[in-house]
């Protein structure tokens, strides 16, 4: 269920023929989906297939994913004897005796101290059939990694709901006293005309007219509905099995776009802190949103 967090944790295993391939995963939040894979060396050549399976689960979000092999290992290393190497080791020996009259054999001992006789050679997996042990403990990995990004999203989910609420809240207490505030802009704004124009003959009815022009370019009733759509649509989002967490983050620089626009055009100093109140609920919404996929 959508929305997700990124943090999350998720371990996975897959075992045959006494080995276990163990996949972990650690994500956080990050604006893109930024994949890091740790796997053993011999196994490089899968980090972009591990890479492609991420992406299918995981929209946003720093991913650490480490891999490692427990028990038998797929390709032991084996002691290989270098034939040529050991013959001409044997000839070069044989050769000193002879040449030089010394006494003795050339020996399995003298043979062995010499470099290169008997290497370690690496062998080459099974890559096929590796990636079937490490394909599944990947995706198990993953399934648990998302169960913890889900629950975590719900908590989410409701700290942001409750969070709007608190931020509507006091949007409707703002919607409430317009018509105060408009009719107290007015009031104002006659008073003050009226003082600078003090002793002209003016057309009482013109005054009033332009005073109720001028009070209308404070209102915020424009605002208000517009707040109330970016909320309405802030709420859908949540609701959404998509990622959104793009989509909020944008709806939030919307959000304060309003309020700014709102309190410059709020005169009154007994209302004037409730902007302050909404810009820092939406200072709170907005670092919830960064968790969120």
């Known amino acids: 269920m959508r929305p997700r967090s990124m943090t999350g944790f998720g371990r996975g295993e897959a075992s045959a023929e006494g080995r276990t391939w ?105 890559l096929d059939a590796e990636w079937v042990l490490i394909s599944s403990a990947l995706g198990a990995a993953l399934k648990d990694c998302d169960i913890m990004r889900e629950r975590e999203g719900q908590a989410l989910q409701q700290d942001l709901l409750g969070r709007l609420a608190t931020f509507e809240s006091v949007v409707r207490q703002i919607d409430t006293h317009i018509p105060e505030l408009q009719q107290q802009r007015q009031s104002d704004l006659r008073l003050r005309v009226g003082k600078l124009l003090e002793g002209l ?13 001028m009070a209308d370019k404070s209102d ?55 902007g302050v109140e909404m810009k820092n609920e939406i200072e709170k919404l907005r670092e919830q949103v960064q968790n969120i996929e």
């Not at 991913?63 to 070069?92: K, M, W």
């Not at 998509?242 to 055009?265: A, C, H, I, M, Y």
């Open 22 to 126: 163990v996949a972990e995963i650690r994500t956080v939040n990050h604006r893109f989906l930024d994949q890091r894979v740790v796997l053993p060396r011999l196994y490089n050549a899968f980090e972009e297939p591990v890479k492609k399976m991420v992406a299918t689960i995981l929209d946003r979000g720093r991913v650490d994913i480490t891999f490692s092999v427990q028990g038998l290992s797929a390709v032991e290393p084996q002691l290989v004897v270098n034939e040529s190497v050991a013959r001409q080791y044997h000839r070069c020996l044989q050769q000193l005796i002879d040449v030089y009259g010394l006494d003795g054999t050339v020996t399995l001992r003298d043979m062995l101290t010499l470099r290169d006789v008997i290497t370690l050679e690496e062998q080459r997996p099974d």
């Open 201 to 213: 003959d003016l057309d009482p009815i013109r005054l009033a007219q332009e005073t109720a022009l």
């Open 220 to 274: 915020v009733t424009e605002e208000i509905t517009r707040l109330d759509s970016h909320m309405a649509q802030f709420r859908a989002f949540l609701a959404s099995e998509e990622p959104v967490g793009r989509r909020l983050d944008f709806l939030l620089q919307e959000f304060l776009r309003e309020v700014n626009t709102l309190s410059s055009k709020i005169s009154s100093a007994s209302i004037a802190h409730l």
